[in-house]
């Protein structure tokens, strides 16, 4: 199967932003472990942009690359982005949402989701586990 994990804005920047909330763990650490993990039962594709359009592109291009299934931690745009909704939703893909913290304990404006509408699942606040347990989830033994 082919997976692709899509990471939104600032996320690059995760093991130094706001170690408290996110953890002290590297978005190429996820990476490793995922691998490690999953890497012989798919193929993981990992993408992440700062800039909403560029990760609506490559969504566009996984559709068309005939991806299985996409899982996406879209940051902030998840609170704000109907174009990234709206290519969820176009791209027929199998997509997994999730948040490193639990979004539900946090500011009022985290608590609502434009992808978890167009989204088989939502997993928040297991931190690294919740990609782990997404993968899982997309790829039953
Ligand atoms: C996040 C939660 C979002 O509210 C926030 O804007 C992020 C990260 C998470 O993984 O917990 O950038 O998606």
Same mark, same amino acid.
């Given at each position: 199967?082919?997976?692709?994990?899509? !990471?939104?804005?600032?996320?690059? &920047?995760?093991?130094?932003?706001?170690?408290?909330?996110?953890?002290?763990?590297?978005?190429?650490?996820?990476?490793?472990?995922?691998?490690?993990?999953?890497?012989? =039962?798919?193929?993981? %594709?990992?993408?992440?942009? *700062? %800039?909403?359009?560029?990760?609506?592109?490559?969504?566009? &291009?996984?559709?068309?690359?005939?991806?299985?299934?996409?899982?996406?931690?879209?940051?902030?745009?998840? !609170?704000?982005?109907?174009?990234?909704?709206? =290519?969820? =939703?176009?791209?027929?893909?199998?997509?997994?949402?999730? !948040?490193?913290? *639990?979004?539900?304990? &946090?500011?009022?404006? &985290? !608590? %609502?989701?434009?992808?978890?509408?167009?989204?088989?699942?939502?997993?928040?606040?297991?931190?690294?586990?919740?990609? %782990?347990?997404?993968?899982?989830?997309?790829?039953?033994?």
């Amino acid at each position: 199967k082919k997976i692709a994990l899509l !990471h939104g804005p600032n996320l690059d &920047r995760l093991g130094k932003r706001e170690p408290e909330i996110y953890g002290r763990a590297t978005l190429a650490d996820l990476e490793t472990a995922l691998r490690a993990e999953f890497g012989t =039962a798919a193929e993981l %594709h990992f993408f992440q942009s *700062n %800039h909403e359009g560029a990760l609506i592109d490559e969504i566009a &291009r996984l559709a068309e690359a005939k991806f299985d299934a996409l899982v996406l931690n879209a940051g902030a745009l998840t !609170h704000t982005s109907v174009a990234l909704r709206d =290519a969820v =939703a176009g791209s027929g893909l199998k997509t997994v949402e999730v !948040h490193i913290s *639990n979004v539900y304990r &946090r500011e009022e404006f &985290r !608590h %609502h989701s434009y992808l978890s509408g167009v989204s088989v699942g939502v997993v928040a606040g297991l931190g690294f586990e919740g990609y %782990h347990a997404a993968l899982r989830f997309l790829l039953p033994a």
